[in-house]
């Protein structure tokens, strides 16, 4: 099980939000009104409270941060070294002393300030205290603002680290950059690690599982090492040395015999020699990868003979009872070709296993369990021989099943024909028929009893062709005949030529109105700035109805009314010039003029009393006006959407007003 959660720590907010948030907790869950009338005693508790309220909340929010990082002298070496390589325990130690020295301070001054407001003799003189006593605190925690950003960043780099159980069954891959150790964790396990033909691909450690004898094994895939002193190495290099040094695992040393990681042989050995110090009581394996480029036995004389040494080596580190086994030591694999990636996998598994349990039996808690157990073995009463007896009912079934045809399924089927998109499952095999030959008919369509396919002619297209052609033409005759009866009855000649001349007229009405549509005084009123070349004038107008023996006076008129405008005073003049041609009695005339004239608004000044809006006078408006000017002015400034818009953009806790 892990113990290790670092997901679960807390946010550590920056200073200005932790200094917001426990203000406005302050002044949300504690009295906001105290009057000078009140009690001196009820003034000093008022005042108190709130300083007291501020400390503890100040004082938990810190204490909840430095329980929850977890400390480094009391967690496993593994997780203690790993977060000294990430962040240098000495800055990690010193913002969590700030967070605790401030904790210390803000409680001091809280203390101090709660014994000066015991002796506040008016409200003034508390409320200073009480703003001097929070004051104080939040310069308190505006100072440790580095430290507070410091771990917030610590605590995300945290929460992506891996869940590693340093207790439980590991494997642990090692190696020089670019050799397969990603390829084998994504082979073996679930996890998806960035796989890529260049070194360096993985930066930091990745944690992988999978199952062997019913048992679950955690794989650690690390980051490529080099061969250098231990001072050079890089953050990237130490994560891999780390656990190398603290975790109890089965170690997987992979070389890359082909060299097409960049690193020969001999550089590859230099290194497992540099670092065999880490790989003591630890099952050690020596994996030869990418053998689908190199076989191990294609190798030279020299390159061989540093792989026996390194095996030599592992060899000795075998701690478990009895001779060492020679057999899981030394192993090749090809990734690509998965060849002996699972035997790599169980031969490791296998030696962790045997060394866990050895480790356990020679435990002394072992020694005190084996003392209360008695393993009770069973002894032969005589010489008789008693096989197995198995019922003859049990072995004909046997037989009888053996010698039975497996049934065949569709998906048998399908893969015997083709395989899925080629074979297509009949549905009709299942249905029931008198006689199976039928079930693969097509099924005849039925009319009335009787089968379409028994009346059907070969010719029928053609012939649905040729009377759909007599039809029409019956059609068109009918149509050239109906067009002169009424009422079924056929029309005289005289009656004929009286229809064609009502359809002539109508065809000229229509033509005439189409016409109309396309006049001028359908059209809109062309506007001068697009009238540059001066085509649309009223002089060319007048010109064109002079040479047509027409008065131009009234249409020009007509049209200089339109584009200035038109007021309700010409109105008149309008039905004034146009009166020849309207023949209309005098009182039609007026009532149209009173409609016209009401359905144009009449403009006023703002300061015209309007019956019905409750003002004496023109004077006593200009006054309601103004003031309503007045009133909106300030609501204007503060961009309120009207009387009732209480809206507050910026919560400001009213900590210093109260």
């Given at each position: ?14 200073g ?45 929010k ?17 997780y ?22 401030a ?57 992506r ?7 439980t ?24 690690v ?21 048992l679950?094994y ?21 994560c ?46 020596i ?40 057999e ?18 169980n ?7 045997e ?6 039996m ?11 157990f ?17 019922p ?15 049934k ?12 899925a ?14 006689n ?23 010719d029928?297209?053609?012939r ?7 039809e ?7 149509a ?8 079924g ?38 506007p ?33 009314s ?5 007021k ?44 019905g ?8 408006k ?35 007003t109260?």
């Open positions: 099980m892990v113990q290790y959660n670092f997901k679960k720590i807390t946010v550590v907010p920056p200005k939000d932790f200094i917001d948030i426990i203000l406005s907790r302050t002044q949300r869950q504690t009295p906001t009104v105290v009057h000078k009338g009140y009690a001196i005693s009820r003034i000093r508790q008022f005042y108190m409270r709130k300083v007291r309220y501020s400390q503890q909340n100040f004082y938990e810190l204490s909840t941060i430095i329980d929850e990082f977890p400390r480094l002298d009391d967690i496993h070496p593994f203690g070294d790993l977060l000294h390589v990430l962040y240098n325990k000495d800055h990690y130690k010193l913002a969590l002393g700030q967070i605790n020295t904790r210390n301070i803000i409680a001091k001054i809280s203390k101090d300030y709660l014994r000066l407001l015991k002796y506040g003799d008016s409200l003034y003189r508390c409320k200073c205290l009480k703003v001097a006593a929070l004051g104080r605190m939040c310069t308190v925690v505006k100072r440790i603002s580095p430290s507070l950003a410091y771990l917030e960043q610590i605590r995300q780099h945290m929460a680290l891996p869940s590693i159980d340093p207790n069954r590991t494997v642990l891959i090692c190696g020089y950059p670019n050799v397969g150790k990603s390829s084998f964790m994504n082979k073996i396990t679930r996890a998806d960035d796989v890529q033909p260049y070194a360096f691909t993985t930066k930091s450690l990745f944690v992988g599982h999978t199952d062997y004898k019913y679950r955690q794989v650690i895939d690390t980051p490529g090492i080099l061969d250098r002193p231990f001072e050079d190495r890089n953050i990237i290099e130490m891999s040395i780390t656990a190398l040094a603290h975790l109890r695992a089965a170690v997987l040393f992979f070389l890359d015999i082909s060299g097409s990681c960049g690193y020969s042989i001999a550089q590859q050995a230099a290194l497992f020699h540099s670092i065999k110090s880490l790989f003591m009581n630890k099952p050690l394996v994996v030869c990868n990418k053998t689908d480029l190199q076989p191990l036995e294609g190798l030279s004389e020299d390159d061989m003979k540093l792989v026996m040494e390194m095996k030599e080596e592992a060899m000795k580190t075998i701690t478990q009872a009895g001779d060492p086994n020679e899981g030591v030394l192993l090749t694999m090809s990734t690509l070709t998965d060849d002996g990636v699972i035997a790599v996998k031969a490791a598994c296998e030696r962790l296993l060394q866990r349990v050895d480790v356990k020679k435990s002394k808690k072992m020694v005190d369990c084996l003392n209360r008695h393993v009770a073995v069973p002894k032969p009463r005589d010489n008789k021989e008693r096989p197995v007896y198995i003859q009912a049990v072995l004909e079934a046997r037989e009888n099943a053996a010698a039975k045809e497996k065949k399924l569709e998906k048998d089927l399908e893969n015997e024909n083709g395989g998109g080629v074979y297509s499952a009949s549905l009709k095999k299942h249905y029931i028929l008198a199976d030959e039928w079930k693969e008919d097509i099924l005849p369509e039925i009319m009335d009893g009787h089968n379409v396919a028994d009346f059907l002619d070969p029928i297209l053609e649905c062709e040729e009377l759909e052609r007599e029409g033409l019956r059609l068109e005759e009918q050239a005949q109906d067009a002169f009866e009424i009422d009855h056929e029309l005289t000649e005289e009656q004929k030529d009286i229809l064609a001349q009502i359809r002539k007229k109508k065809a000229l009405l229509i033509q005439e109105h189409r016409m109309k549509k396309r006049t001028a005084e359908s059209r809109p009123i062309v001068r700035k697009f009238d540059k070349d001066r085509k649309f004038t009223t002089d060319r107008m007048r010109r064109q109805l002079s040479s047509m023996d027409v008065d131009p006076s009234a249409a020009i008129n007509r049209v200089r339109q584009s200035r405008g038109r309700r005073e010409r109105s008149l003049s309008r039905v004034a010039v146009d009166g020849d041609d309207m023949e209309i009695d005098g009182q039609q005339s007026n009532k149209k003029l009173r409609l016209r004239s009401r359905s144009r608004s009449r403009s006023r000044a703002p300061e015209e009393v309007i019956p809006e409750g003002f004496k006078d023109s004077e006593q200009k006054k309601a006006i103004k003031k309503a000017k007045d009133a909106t002015k300030k609501r204007n400034k503060d961009a309120r959407r009207g009387e009732a818009d209480r809206v507050i953009p910026t919560l400001k806790p009213k900590h210093l109260s």
